[in-house]
């Protein structure tokens, strides 16, 4: 037992340091290199060791089989910059003619924006946020042009449409691809507010004036809230959303204003507690540069003693790959108390029974969730 917490240790030591300082990935032994890209690929930063890498014109200094996998990640990465961006034109010749905001989210968001979490990250699907007075609508042209409403089961499509802040995903006939419709960030029976009407007088529009972006203190907002309440029991919180959120923190960071206007935007959109923890973990694993007053400012959200305690203890469990060979049950039940924990804050509790039962008879009757292309992509890395 030791053993294992020892080599799981080393697997997770290796990926953060490799995140903190690639420069230091020339002088790893080759056998250290197995087991980081075996994890890096895990945690779905393959592409940005690469781009690190690159960035520093290190490539040529590390082991020709460490460096052939990060370049095929990074191949993967660029065709499927080049199906979202085309996604996205496509998008916006569909919707022609239909006057409305359309913001984008997430890593569609940073690749158009041309923003640093952009960097050497796999792109999944094209997440979009319209008012939900003009879903129907929307919806209806799509499906006119070409996309298609997902097979999935009917308790799903119903849960969509009546509890949650966005519609079942569209997918296009020919090319594959995904499009994820969002009215609020968070589902409406969420404890925390969720009025999207901020968000959209505060977006920023992009070169092409019909798409937009959430504002800076916005975005690092949703990328937290997307990290700590849309979590999965067998995947767990992401790395990568962290890292994105790293990126927007140093980015956006230097901008005159930035840091004094988070907190109170945290605390207007009611998003406080996960920008609490995400800002203390950001800065516990990566360093993250946050002004020494932020922090002291968010005490006022931040949970009780035991609760703090806890959740610091499961976020890092639930948050870090483990090592290939040793699962662990411990990180497994972090994943699953986390994911309770996202949809106890999603809906109320008699909801939350409900729901939970009928996912788990579902998933006793075999049920598959839908597979998008950039999860096959990720297994062909």
Known sequence: M???ASETMRAQRLLLEA???????PGLPPADWELLLRVARRARVLGRLESDLAQAGLLGDIPPRAAAHLRAARNVIE??????SWEVNRLLWALKGIDVPLILLKGTAYLLAELPP?????FADVDLLVPEERIGEIEERLVERGWFKTQIDPY????YRVWMHEIPPLRHQERGTEIDIHHRLLPKTSHLKSDPAPLFAASRPLADPRLRVLAPADMVLHALVHLFLEGDPDEGLRLRDLVDVHDLLCHHGQEPGFWADLGPRARALGFERP???GLHH???LFGTPIPPDVLPGLEDAAPSWPIRELMNRLIP?????GHPDHPSRWAAAARWLIYVRAHWLRMPLGLLAKHLSQKAWLRFRGYRKRVDLAQLDLKQQ
Do not use: S, W
């Not at 799903?156 to 849960?159: K, L, M, W």
């Open 19 to 25: 995140l903190v300082a690639p420069e230091k990935l």
């Open 118 to 122: 952009a960097r050497g990250r796999i």
């Open 317 to 321: 469990l639930a948050l870090l790959p």
């Open 2 to 4: 030791a053993k294992v």
């Open 282 to 284: 950001a800065q516990r």
């Open 275 to 277: 920008l609490f923890y």
């Open 79 to 84: 065709h499927r910059k080049t199906l979202i």
């Open 156 to 159: 799903d499509d119903r849960y």
